[in-house]
């Protein structure tokens, strides 16, 4: 009896590990030829990463007051969410962003939440990993609540938008 209770938990641990490590190997093939982490455990990490945004509003730029909050701002501009889940928790259907129009490549950093166009149309996804190629630096984005990274490098042509703040 105490063998086959072993034997079993040996089984299990060993279908449960293997199915882990065929998951993210099945990742890694697909992500790796856009200059993901080289290995395994960085890739999973790579995979999961939910750095936080950039430090986008200084407390010099907050006034509170008995009756309203004033953000000073240039060229802030509020939006409103589709209901993909692909953000939650962070963002649903219920929140109200203040994006801002980045100045250049070098001013996204991974973590930052940003706004890009393609063919679908306005994509709101987490910068994961910041990369370059032959054609320039590249971004790959992932929704927070999504498994996987999307499937194409966005480049900075693309991007309309950073989040720099949610209101609920």
């Not at 109200?96 to 001013?107: A, L, R, V, W």
Request: hydrophobic share 40%; proline share 3%; net charge negative.
């Amino acid at each position: 009896m105490k063998k086959e209770v072993i034997l079993i938990v040996v089984v299990f641990i060993i279908g449960f590990s293997s199915s882990f490590v065929f998951i993210y190997l099945n990742a890694y093939i697909k992500y790796s030829g856009k200059e993901a982490p080289s290995s395994i455990t960085g890739f999973a990490s790579f995979l999961s990463d939910k750095s936080t945004p950039s430090d986008r509003i200084k407390e010099s730029q907050i006034n509170v007051y008995d009756n309203r909050v004033v953000i000073v701002l240039d060229n802030a501009t509020m939006s409103s969410y589709a209901d993909t889940r692909s953000m939650e928790p962070l963002i649903n259907s219920y929140s109200n962003g203040i994006e801002t129009i980045p100045k250049s490549e070098n001013d996204l950093k991974v973590g930052d939440i940003v706004v890009y166009e393609n063919e679908q149309g306005l994509i709101v996804h987490r910068v994961i990993y910041i990369g370059e190629d032959r054609q320039g630096k590249y971004f790959l984005v992932k929704g927070d609540n999504n498994k996987f990274p999307d499937e194409y490098k966005i480049r900075f042509a693309e991007i309309k938008y950073v989040l720099i703040g949610i209101l609920y």
